[in-house]
């Protein structure tokens, strides 16, 4: 891993400002997409700052307003 470090850096010397941009640039992108396969996101509050406030009793209600035509042979 070492090895690669300094392989790395010694090409970035001879990089231009714009292309040493780029290279961050990848590089973040990189770092970010092992972050986030490292981890399954938590999708607890995803949508804690839509301020939408639902009770049990409005998520029983949808529940039963959506199962009103459901087939009967498909239910448990």
């Known amino acids: 891993m070492k090895e690669a470090r300094e392989a790395i850096a010694r090409e970035l010397e001879g990089l231009s400002e714009k292309q040493l941009q780029e290279v961050l640039h990848y590089a973040r992108s990189l770092q970010q997409q092992s972050s986030c ?34 087939p009967k042979e498909f239910s448990g």
């Open 37 to 70: 396969s490292d981890k399954q996101r938590s999708l607890y509050g995803i949508w804690k700052d839509l301020d939408i406030h639902l009770s049990e009793e409005d998520v029983t209600e949808m529940r039963r307003e959506a199962l009103v035509h459901f």
